[in-house]
């Protein structure tokens, strides 16, 4: 996983729209990018939510929020307008970017392994570099948390 201090390199990914991101379109700006297994799940709604509740502070501070999931861009889509999230959700089908920044992970569950996204959250500063590193992010708090370190 990308530690702090670590100038991320350029990435492009398209959004619910069909739209191309790359990182370099956000140099000069806080950037919050996190990480999330599915579209339209508990964890994944409360977590999007949080940052849609909290994202008239994240535009006051001039920081520009990212979501990205290994989830297309017509299931980003349903998420954004069933949950009117006002955020940029970027698809990696190809887990280009997830394996950059080490959130595809080994996981478990009934201890059976499998591979899937760990909810990290990454914010850079105008520069690119990796300011704060959240493991493991809190669904329900992680926008707050990002906002108190900022």
Known sequence: MLQIGTQVQNFSLKDAYGKIHQLSDYLGKKVVIYFYPKDDT????AQACAFRDA????????????????????????????????????????LVVANQFGTWVEKSMYGKPYMGMSRSTFVLNEKGFITHVFEKASPSENASEILSAL
């Open 42 to 45: 508990p964890g994944c709604t």
């Open 55 to 94: 994202y008239d502070d994240f535009k006051k501070a001039d920081v520009v929020v990212i979501g990205i999931s290994k989830d297309d861009s017509k299931s980003h889509k349903k998420f954004i307008e069933k949950y009117n999230l006002p955020f940029i959700l970027l698809s990696d089908e190809e």
